[in-house]
């Protein structure tokens, strides 16, 4: 079946530590692989996207990694600062349907 | 400002009432979704449209009700046959195709009273 599911639901992170929230998918035919945070109350947003033909990509302060041969996602956050703590969600497309579908989402803290 | 739209932002309904919830975008996506939010949880998608005139069920589209009239808009109906509505509504729009993100709105919370 089509699932994106996460290892992790919640991960704590000291402030200036770098944060790493995995995530797995089933569906081998996925082409593109979206990361979303979310804040409390509001909609997600954007963080950092990958294609399937690639397997690393780097942001500012972000770097998505992809794993095919496990079906393995991961976003890497360097230097976590407060404003960090939200919800992130992978998520994944895949051409068969133009529909995105979403994992469980980790839930990031910042300890002081 | 480009953008989506969702309203209300609250909303409370009676028990076996029909409710409403308002999408609109103004980024000349083609195609639209509705999610379900649970406390604690993912999103769960209920209805997708990739063009006007046409949308296809998500996961958990029992008694949820669609329409796509026009290409800025996507409401979402919540009927009465929906057992459990109270939850975060997303509305969310993207270009067709893989490799595009999709743009959310703030999210409607819709309670059962």
């Known amino acids: 079946g089509e699932s994106v599911g996460l290892h992790l639901p919640t991960l704590s992170v000291q402030e200036g530590d770098n944060s790493i929230i995995n995530c797995a998918y089933s569906?081998?035919?996925?082409?593109?692989f979206i990361w979303y945070k979310q804040e409390s109350g509001k909609g997600p947003q954007f963080i950092i996207d990958i294609r399937s033909n690639m397997d690393k990509r780097q942001g500012q302060r972000v770097t998505v990694l992809l794993n095919k041969t496990v079906k393995h996602l991961s976003l890497q956050i360097a230097a976590t600062q407060p404003g960090d703590s939200a919800v992130y969600f992978c998520a994944e497309n895949f051409q068969s349907a133009s529909k995105i579908i979403f994992g469980s989402g980790t839930r990031l803290s910042i300890r002081p | 400002d480009g953008g989506i739209t969702q309203s209300p932002k609250y909303l409370f309904r009676k028990e076996g009432q029909n409710v409403t919830l308002s999408c609109e975008q103004n980024l000349n996506h083609d195609a639209m979704y509705w999610y379900r939010q649970d406390p604690g949880q993912g999103l769960r998608l209920i209805y997708y449209?990739?063009?006007?005139?046409?949308?296809q069920k998500g996961d958990i589209a029992e008694g949820y009700s669609v329409s796509r009239e026009k290409k800025e808009s996507f409401p979402l109906t919540v009927t009465s046959a929906q057992k459990n509505p109270t939850a975060f509504y997303l509305c969310a729009s993207s270009i067709t195709g893989v490799g595009t993100e999709a743009f959310f709105g703030q999210g409607t919370r819709l309670t059962v009273v």
């Open positions: 569906n081998s035919a996925s082409d593109y």
């Open positions: 449209s990739q063009i006007v005139n046409d949308f």
